[in-house]
């Protein structure tokens, strides 16, 4: 089964405007949450897909912008949590009249192929976006309106997602999950009166479109020439916001639930020096390039020097990409490999090392090794966010425990310094401060109850499922993982 963590797009046009190339530079501007593949759909024509990144694809905009030229359509970037990648998972995905874009996880995938004659798949070219929009495709023939469908398919699915949907009768719809666990927002190109439904709000930026509000959990937008109207399909309660978004996975310049993405990570930083206040290091250097924010916020806070210690070579065939989400092991070893020392602002120096997370930890072991070999005297690791222990079944790809460095040298250890001192000791440091929950939570500005934090706590109340660890495979409504 093939999980998926993405970016979506969804467009409408009523002032009659050609939004394919609105699509592809909102595609864009969201690469950072998909390297894998991209693709866009516009009605009654089969979607547009390619592998690779979308700029990949810039000698074929013109044609693209010409063929596919419509008021209307959706959009895609794709980071598999599971699973290969390839161009038959590349979405948007067509089933009937129904296209479809989702970011997420639906971890009852399997089950939830039963009820759409789950036989006539199989496991490579399943994916848990295609059996949604079987299944949704299904309900559609009996009760044929989206919110009733929307409201039928909430309850068989355990999972989180974003969708955006689009028909070959000219509509768009968008609904997010009543946790909210990933983020979409509602923007508005005003010149051209056209609606913009994104992952986050840097797509919007990208197109001079201003942001109007966050979707909330729960909530099923509809736009088609009639105009734009809003609908709940799930009343929600309280909302489990991924935590990793705002300390990784979001761009900086967005604001996602109301909060700027920088600021929170420069907070976050100020709250880990109050909680690490190391002021015996002699400078304070960012792994490049989201925990940049919060090691110039721990600096500032401290009132240690900030320095660029650690560049990525751009020049590389991956330098400009991100390691984590890439889905192979050599791919990440080179685009880390290609993160250099500057030896002028670590020799001779207590370095304290800002990162954003330690997940496996072969990363910050090659970060390691390299700082030393620049000659620094001492380093500390400040990580943003807590260890990451446990699997997350919510999009992001921390697939077993036993890929998760934390897991793998603590085991069931709740003490932070202990489980610091032990990471410390695989990776090369001299220390690791981890952060917790709480002080997160207060960077964040959001109250922890608020938040997701189930790959660190081990609880996943927020996703109602109780996993068993001990293997893969998912049974009814229990999951099970390596």
Same mark, same amino acid.
């Given at each position: 089964m093939v999980h998926e963590n993405c970016g979506v797009v969804g467009i409408f046009s009523l002032g009659g405007e050609n939004i394919v190339p609105y699509l592809i530079d909102c595609l864009r501007s969201l690469q950072h949450r998909g390297q894998e593949s991209w693709g866009i759909a516009v009605p009654k024509k089969l979607p547009f897909k390619k592998t690779g990144l979308v700029s990949?694809?810039?000698?074929?905009?013109?044609?693209?912008?010409?063929?596919?030229?419509?008021?209307?359509?959706?959009?895609?970037?794709?980071?598999?949590?599971? *699973?290969?990648?390839?161009?038959?998972?590349? +979405?948007?995905?067509?089933?009937?009249?129904?296209?479809?874009?989702?970011?997420?996880?639906?971890?009852?995938?399997? %089950?939830?192929?039963t009820m759409v004659g789950g036989c006539t798949f199989t496991p490579q !070219?399943?994916?848990?976006?295609?059996?949604?929009? +079987?299944?949704?495709?299904?309900?559609?023939k009996k009760k044929d309106d989206m919110k009733a469908a929307m409201a039928i398919l909430k309850n068989e699915m355990v999972g989180s997602y974003c969708f955006t949907f689009l028909t070959d009768s000219n509509t768009i719809y968008a609904a997010r999950d009543p946790k909210g666990f990933r983020p979409l927002v509602l923007g508005l190109h005003k010149d051209t009166d056209t609606y913009i439904i994104a992952s986050e709000s840097c797509a919007l930026s990208t197109v001079g479109a201003i942001l109007l509000r966050d979707i909330e959990p729960g909530e099923l937008i509809r736009i088609d020439k009639n105009?734009?109207?809003?609908?709940?399909?799930?009343?929600?309660?309280?909302?489990?916001?991924?935590?990793? #978004?705002?300390?990784?996975?979001?761009?900086?310049?967005?604001?996602?639930?109301?909060?700027?993405?920088?600021?929170?990570?420069?907070?976050?930083?100020?709250?880990?020096?109050?909680?690490?206040?190391?002021? $015996?290091?002699?400078?304070?250097?960012?792994?490049? $390039?989201?925990?940049?924010?919060?090691?110039?916020?721990?600096?500032?806070?401290?009132?240690?020097?900030?320095?660029?210690?650690?560049?990525?070579?751009?020049?590389?065939?991956?330098g400009s990409m991100r390691s984590f989400i890439e889905p192979l092991v050599k791919d990440r070893k080179e685009i880390n490999q290609n993160i250099m020392p500057i030896r002028e602002m670590i020799e001779n120096r207590h370095v304290i090392i800002v990162d954003d997370s330690i997940v496996r930890g072969t990363s910050s072991k090659a970060i390691i090794?390299?700082?030393?070999?620049?000659?620094? =005297?001492?380093?500390?690791?400040?990580?943003?966010?807590?260890?990451?222990?446990?699997?997350?079944?919510? *999009?992001?790809?921390?697939?077993? %425990?036993? #890929?998760?460095?934390?897991? %793998?040298?603590?085991?069931? #250890?709740?003490?932070? $310094?202990?489980?610091? !001192?032990?990471?410390?000791?695989?990776?090369?440091? $001299?220390?690791?401060?981890?952060?917790? !929950?709480? !002080?997160?939570?207060?960077?964040?500005?959001?109250? =922890?109850?608020?938040?997701?934090?189930?790959?660190?706590?081990?609880?996943?109340?927020?996703?109602?499922?109780?996993?068993?660890?001990?293997?893969?495979? %998912?049974?009814?409504? =229990?999951?099970?993982?390596?």
């Open positions: 990949g694809s810039a000698n074929e905009f013109d044609k693209l912008i010409t063929k596919f030229s419509s008021n209307i359509g959706i959009g895609h970037v794709r980071y598999s949590t599971f *699973g290969s990648s390839s161009l038959e998972n590349a +979405q948007p995905l067509k089933v009937k009249d129904l296209c479809i874009a989702h970011n997420g996880t639906i971890t009852n995938a399997e %089950q939830l192929s !070219n399943m994916t848990d976006t295609l059996v949604a929009a +079987q299944r949704l495709v299904s309900i559609l105009g734009f109207k809003s609908e709940r399909f799930s009343e929600s309660g309280n909302h489990a916001h991924c935590a990793f #978004e705002f300390t990784y996975f979001a761009h900086p310049s967005s604001i996602m639930e109301g909060i700027n993405i920088y600021l929170a990570r420069k907070k976050i930083g100020e709250y880990l020096a109050l909680k690490f206040p190391i002021d $015996d290091a002699d400078v304070v250097i960012p792994v490049p $390039d989201s925990s940049r924010p919060a090691a110039l916020g721990y600096a500032l806070k401290l009132g240690l020097p900030f320095e660029e210690g650690l560049l990525k070579d751009r020049y590389s065939k991956k090794e390299s700082v030393k070999q620049a000659g620094a =005297k001492k380093i500390s690791m400040v990580v943003t966010y807590p260890p990451i222990r446990y699997p997350c079944y919510a *999009g992001i790809d921390f697939p077993s %425990q036993e #890929e998760l460095i934390a897991f %793998q040298v603590a085991k069931s #250890e709740v003490d932070l $310094d202990i489980i610091g !001192n032990k990471v410390a000791r695989f990776i090369g440091a $001299d220390e690791v401060c981890y952060n917790d !929950n709480v !002080n997160l939570a207060k960077g964040i500005g959001l109250k =922890k109850s608020e938040l997701c934090f189930s790959c660190s706590s081990g609880d996943y109340t927020p996703l109602g499922i109780k996993p068993d660890f001990g293997s893969r495979y %998912q049974i009814n409504d =229990k999951i099970f993982v390596d």
